[in-house]
């Protein structure tokens, strides 16, 4: 009997409602975005389905327009101005 499992990772990121007052400049984007909070967690898959997550969640930023998320250091640091 054969058995063929297909497992891996997949980052998923989770967007809260809660948008930031700043209108920031997307890096991925580049243009002047509004940011969403974000939760980004890595999960284990199996047949690409997320299983189990792996580790703890990184808070940050998601882009509203693109959902690219950007690390706090990212934006606490000025890679990120404001518009
Ligand atoms: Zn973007």
Redesign the pocket.
């Known amino acids: 009997m054969m058995l063929f499992v297909i497992a891996g990772t997949r980052e998923i990121i989770r967007a809260g409602g809660t948008h930031s007052s700043q209108v920031r400049h997307?890096?991925?984007?580049?243009?002047p975005?509004r940011f969403r909070d974000a939760t980004r967690r890595t999960y284990l898959t199996l047949f690409f389905i997320p299983i189990l997550p792996l580790g703890a969640g990184r808070d940050g930023l998601a882009?509203?327009?693109?959902?690219?998320w950007i690390a706090p250091e990212a934006y606490r640091l000025g890679g990120m101005e404001t518009v």
């Open positions: 997307c890096p991925q984007c580049g243009q975005m882009c509203d327009g693109c959902n690219t």
